[in-house]
């Protein structure tokens, strides 16, 4: 199953430009599958953070009556951060160069899909 997993993130990292690296996490940001296994250690922490966010604006937004946040993208002078909700439990997190377009955005949920296929 983790081949699943780490072919799924593979498959974004390498068909995506702009794409730096691509985590399959829990929201605690505890590793599943990491690409390439080089940012494992900035993956961590962005996936540590990045479950806090999606939980938070998600809670946010369900008490605001507007249904639950599935997808938060940060920018920032280094680049960008797209965090992606993966079932209940799970999360996407991709780093982006600065100039990553919007179609990051649709192949990262190709990613989620299969993720989820495969849980």
């Known amino acids: 199953m983790a081949d699943s997993f780490h072919d799924a993130l593979e498959a974004l990292v390498s068909g ?3 794409v730096q690296a691509a985590g ?3 929201f605690e940001g505890n590793e ?3 690409v390439p ?4 250690e900035r993956m961590r922490t962005s996936a540590a953070f990045g479950g806090i966010a999606l939980r938070r604006l998600g809670t946010a937004e369900q008490a605001a009556g507007r249904g639950g946040v599935r997808r938060v993208r940060l920018a920032g002078p280094a680049g ?3 965090i992606l909700a993966v079932g209940d ?3 996407l997190v ?3 160069e600065e100039e990553a377009g919007l ?3 649709s192949a990262a949920d190709e990613a989620v899909r299969l993720l989820e296929a495969a849980i």
């Open 24 to 26: 399959f996490m829990d």
């Open 94 to 96: 991709v780093t982006l």
């Open 16 to 18: 995506c430009p702009g």
């Open 89 to 91: 439990s799970y999360q």
């Open 32 to 34: 599943i599958a990491i």
């Open 37 to 40: 296994r080089s940012a494992t």
């Open 103 to 105: 179609g990051v955005t």
């Open 80 to 82: 960008e951060l797209l």
